[in-house]
Nanobody
Framework: QVQLVESGGGLVQAGDSLRLSCAAS?????MAWFRQAPGKERESVAV????????DYTDSVKGRFTISRDNAENTLYLQMNSLKPEDTALYYC?????????????????WGQGTQVTVSS
């Protein structure tokens, strides 16, 4: 089993940046960031494959967020720039032992407990 621990969330102003980190207890294949705002469904934010070269972003964060990973440290990152109030959510790190995982919640077997990102206007 894989344990995931997110960190880096906080309260920031619109236009600010944050860098989220996710420490994994062991190596995984596909990893992803999801987020969930109150009253909303959990949605995929960004997905990254094992090599780090294959990435996918939801349209609302393209050009602002960058997902990356350091496999030597089993760590996932999400660099978030130009944050907007609508980015406010609980952000979850997710991981799969399969290289075929995509943007669906059920693709991921392992989840962190989340880190809160709040963006004020």
């Amino acid at each position: 089993q894989v344990q995931l621990v997110e960190s880096g969330g906080g309260l920031v102003q619109a236009g600010d940046s944050l860098r989220l980190s996710c420490a994994a207890s062991r190596a995984t294949f596909t990893m992803a960031w999801f987020r969930q705002a109150p009253g909303k469904e959990r949605e995929s934010v960004a997905v990254i494959g094992w090599s780090g070269h294959s990435t996918d972003y939801t349209d609302s964060v393209k050009g602002r967020f960058t997902i990356s990973r350091d496999n030597a440290e089993n760590t996932l990152y999400l660099q978030m720039n130009s944050l907007k109030p609508e980015d406010t959510a609980l952000y979850y790190c997710a991981a799969s032992n399969s290289p075929y995982s995509g943007r669906f919640r059920n693709d991921y077997r392992y989840w962190g407990q989340g880190t809160q990102v709040t963006v004020s206007s």
